[in-house]
Nanobody, 120 residues
Framework: QVQLVESGGGLVQAGGSLRLSCVAS????????MGWYRQAPGMQRELVATVSSGGNTNYADSVKGRFTISRDNTKNTVYLQMNSLKPEDTAVYYCNAQIAIRNWSFQLYWGQGTQVTISS
């Protein structure tokens, strides 16, 4: 059984910062790509950022230059540093990860989400 647990969400004013964390736990053989997605009310879930096992990163245009994704492979953890936050960043943020638990067959797992609210 694998679990992804996010933390670090909250309410901040526009221009502020938050750091999200997501820890993967369970019987894990290996973790490939990890990422952050977000879903605002009435909207589809959208990509925020991803990071490969080798550290290559990819960002949505809307967050480039403001958000930084990173990972600590020794802790099975992915982070999202969010700076210069805007009201339009308000959403539930979800992490995901491609995880192999046996036979090196990778499956995609999701966390439960953490609420980020930015006040103007």
């Amino acid at each position: 059984q694998v679990q992804l647990v996010e933390s670090g969400g909250g309410l901040v004013q526009a221009g502020g910062s938050l750091r999200l964390s997501c820890v993967a736990s369970g019987t894990i053989l290996s973790i490939n790509a990890m990422g952050w997605y977000r879903q605002a009310p009435g909207m589809q879930r959208e990509l925020v950022a991803t990071v490969s096992s080798g550290g290559n990163t990819n960002y949505a245009d809307s967050v480039k230059g403001r958000f930084t994704i990173s990972r600590d492979n020794t802790k099975n953890t992915v982070y999202l540093q969010m700076n210069s936050l805007k009201p339009e960043d308000t959403a539930v943020y979800y992490c995901n990860a491609q995880i192999a638990i046996r036979n090196w067959s990778f499956q995609l797992y999701w966390g439960q989400g953490t609420q980020v609210t930015i006040s103007s």
